[in-house]
């Protein structure tokens, strides 16, 4: 299949898709569409929301949809590596057999990631980036698609371990959810209390996923949009003499070189759900929120000020 067809097909096969998943997922279509974007370019993504605001049945419908293993590990204080890597055990006849651990899926829900220990949190990071896991010196490679969807509760933030910087730039994509409109909770009251049973059918299954995340690298991008994407990324470093007086004023830090990355990786998914060829600048804006919003850092006067990440966006566009 051409490519031109290919991006023809994931346009009809991406729209089928939402509409499987709004059979489960009332509203939230900005939410879904990102973490859709983040799988098909092969990215992670960290889910910032409330409880209650169904992450967790967010995330196995869109495994069901996509016809991926689905597995939730939910991150406590007492969590260990090798509760979520598997370990080595001694069988009948004495010799070393390894047992997987939960990481072993396609789709991973690492809940409430800021609620385990930074050498728990690392175990997971190694996954994430190398998409294999060692264990007793044995490397130990991932099924591919492989995805990690953390989530992170913004209330409680007693007796949590916040992630580092590093660690936060390894997810493409940072998504706020946000409270359902009235409309859309009534709908969602409606169909939660009552006695019915959606079933959601798959309509891609692991190769399908990984012939969609070659075809997007193979999207052509013209050098205006790589310039403008990485001149906006350099635009958030405050210690740059070309920075503007507003981001020397309130950031801290800006975002690194992976964060360009992930913008033209961003807009070339953009652009093929949308049945273009080649993104524009106009895809680099879809998704620059998600990409930069745990990117930057904010100082003091910022926080002082009440301004936000998305405040400091806004004005760099």
Known sequence: MSDVAA??????????????????????????????????????????????????????????ALGLDFKRIQFTPDLMPSDILGSEILDQNRNFKFLKGPIFSNIILADEINRTPPKTQAALLEAMQERSVTIAGHQHKLELPYFVLATQNPIEQEGTYPLPEAQLDRFMFA????????????????????????????????????????????????????????????????????????????????????ASQNLIL?????????????????????????????????NYKAEAEGITEEDIIDKLL
């Open 266 to 298: 961003g807009a070339k998914a953009n652009a093929a759900i949308n049945g273009k060829f080649s993104p524009d600048i106009e895809d680099v804006h879809v998704v620059v929120k998600g990409i930069l919003r745990h990117r930057i850092i904010k």
């Open 175 to 258: 998504i706020e959810l946000k409270y359902p409109s009235v409309a859309e909770e009534i709908q969602v009251v409606k169909n939660t209390t009552a006695n019915i049973k959606q079933t959601i059918n798959p309509l891609f299954n692991a190769k399908d996923i990984i012939e969609i995340q070659e075809l997007i690298r193979r999207i052509p991008v013209a050098d205006n949009v790589v310039e403008y994407a990485v001149k906006l990324v350099n635009s958030t470093r405050p210690n740059l003499d070309s920075a503007s007086d507003f981001v020397k004023q309130y950031l801290d830090w800006g975002a690194g070189p992976r």
């Open 7 to 64: 991006i023809e097909r994931l346009v009809v096969k991406h729209a089928e898709l939402k509409k499987e998943i709004a059979k489960v997922i009332v509203g939230q279509e900005e939410v879904i569409e990102q973490i859709l974007l983040s799988i098909y370019t092969g990215g992670h993504s960290l889910l910032i929301g409330v409880p209650g605001l169904a992450k967790t049945l967010m995330v196995n419908t869109i495994a069901q």
